[in-house]
């Protein structure tokens, strides 16, 4: 699956269509969660039928507004979110299980149309709603091609509400494949606080520095934010500020670890990487750590992504005990944070900290594959849902003139 992504632009009172659209596919969402709890829904059919109910019931007149395919395709994420919970109670998940909560309205939310609903121009630069909002026809603006594909391997096209408009993302069904010649190398990764990652070649990536940069920036913003009066003009503005700034920051470093993901498979036959925990990394409250976690978060999603595109073995092994030991003799070598050498007591080997941490990621991802050879069900990661790995490309927005027709 790709992901290609435009602007969309329109009137204000087509945006105020398009919130009524988001607004009753979070309605749907919603209902289909209480429907669950009071036990009427036991099974993706069920929330399809509900999906009936509410369109029928005159207390909900909106609900029949939205084409009956989106009203499905809310239904099948709201079942999907339900699905999960039980998995991770078979499955005996450590700690939270994913309980489905009500989602509560935010500005950023999206609405997701099927294969009907919408309809793209005879020259493919602009995007019409059919369905009952009427929110009409709106131009796109991207830098992105659509002609290239057929309008059948459109599968979906999702609405997305953020800080700085409306985006329309198109889902479309292509398998991107590249060759790529072998290259006689195998690398592991270690990533830390101090350099963006290390590898097993000793070589080091630095943060970039629009990362602190960004950092200072969302600071100064949310302490603005914190000093306005609830309800106010203000606050609506400073928050709208503060969102943008998230927006900005984030694209920056998409942009960023893109590119570097696809250079590290393009120069390597494998890859190993730390399996480290996403729920665990993202809960910690340090700004600059949880900048630099997400970065890391969208780094390996494209990893996996460029390692499906060109052939080459993603392998997530577990963290414990990769920087204690030493990857020449495997004896263990307590060290403390701020130790930033490995020296041996035991075979006398001496390496950079993290350097040595990538070798042991290595060695143990090479363990693990030749553990599973002959296996078909290799699971090179576990902790990335399907659906995340598509490729985004995302829009320029406004930079890009368009031709005057
Ligand atoms: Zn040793």
Known sequence: MLIYEAKLEGTQDQYGRLDGAIRTSLF???????????GQIKSRNDAYKHCKVLADNAQFPWTKQLNSQARQAHAERAWASIERFYQNCRAQ????????????????????YKVSGWKLSEDRRSLEFTDGFKAGVFKLWGTRDLHFYHLDQIKRVR????????????????????NKGLTGRQVGLDVGLSHFLTDS???????????????????RLQRRLSKTQKRSKNRAKARNKLGRAHLKVSRRRNDWVCKLAQHVIQSNDLVAIENLKVRNMLKNHCLAKSISDAAWYRFR??????????????????????????????????????T?????????????????????????????WANTVGRTEFQVSGEIPLCLKVETLSAKGTQRKRKSN
């Open 159 to 178: 609405v997305v509400r953020r800080y700085d408009g409306y985006y329309a993302q198109f889902l479309i069904d292509h398998k991107r494949e590249e």
């Open 28 to 38: 749907v969402r919603n209902s289909i969660i209480r429907a669950w709890l009071d």
């Open 93 to 112: 998940v450590k700690g939270k299980k994913g309980f489905p909560q009500f989602k509560k309205q935010s500005l950023r939310a999206s609405v997701e």
């Open 340 to 368: 930033r050498t490995h020296k041996c007591p035991h075979c006398g080997f001496v390496a950079d900290r993290d350097e040595n941490a990538a070798v042991n990621i290595l060695k143990s991802a090479l363990k693990e």
């Open 201 to 219: 070649f000793g070589e080091k990536v630095d943060n970039p520095r629009f990362l602190s940069k960004d950092v200072g920036k969302v600071k």
């Open 301 to 338: 999603e494209w990893l996996e992504y460029f390692g499906v595109v060109y052939g080459v073995p993603v392998i997530a092994v577990n963290p414990s005990y990769t920087s204690a030991d030493c990857s020449k003799c495997g004896e263990t070598v307590v060290k403390t944070l701020s």
